[in-house]
């Protein structure tokens, strides 16, 4: 079990601190909770605003290993594919397309969110796509070599985002309801 911090840096929001193995540094979360949405955001990592995290490699100075949040694997709805267009030691900036993932909802392109050198899409997904569900903001999808947007965003930044997306999701349903209703 994990124990709570009583004065968030975000109001309504609660930062949890969950330990895991003794000898491992803590794993410092933050809950997050608005509407039907839970997660545990890791305070560590960057993210985008596209739903992407990044951590760095501590044995590999300068690499990131880059994944989806838990909001943008709800969207995509049970994973079945993803591909990489992009290859080991290719040069990738902000922006390009790396490869897509295909969700039951949703196909979608993976985008880059870092400036270099693409190394490697995870060899652990090989296999299948089932470990992203189980532990969203550790497994990564790629790996890649060089310098993050400098538009990603700490956790906080992050949450901001959630909140908005999560806001205009509510009003777009709130909306679609009450033009049900009167018609």
């Not at 290993?65 to 993803?82: I, N, Q």
């Not at 349903?173 to 009167?182: P, R």
């Amino acid at each position: 079990m994990g124990s709570y911090a009583e004065n968030s840096p975000v109001p309504g929001v609660r930062v949890r601190y969950r330990p895991r193995a003794l000898k491992q540094p803590v794993n410092e979360t933050l809950f997050y909770k608005r509407a039907t949405f839970v997660a545990h955001l890791p305070v560590g990592h960057r993210y985008t605003a596209s739903h992407t995290w990044m951590r760095s490699v501590a044995e590999s100075p300068g690499n990131w290993r880059v994944g989806l949040t838990k909001f943008a694997l709800r969207m995509l709805g049970e994973l079945v594919e993803a591909r990489f267009e992009a290859v080991p030691g290719q040069a990738v900036r902000v922006g390009d397309v790396v490869g897509n993932i295909e969700g039951f909802k949703a196909l979608s392109d993976l985008f880059c969110v870092v400036d270099g050198t693409f190394q490697r899409g995870n060899p652990d997904l090989d296999a299948g796509l089932e470990p992203l569900s189980r532990d969203v903001h550790h497994v990564w999808l790629y790996e890649i070599t060089g310098t993050p947007d400098l538009r990603s965003l700490d956790v906080h930044g992050y949450v901001g985002v959630l909140d908005a997306t999560i806001d205009r999701m509510l009003e777009r349903q709130k909306a679609a309801e009450d033009h049900e209703s009167s018609e």
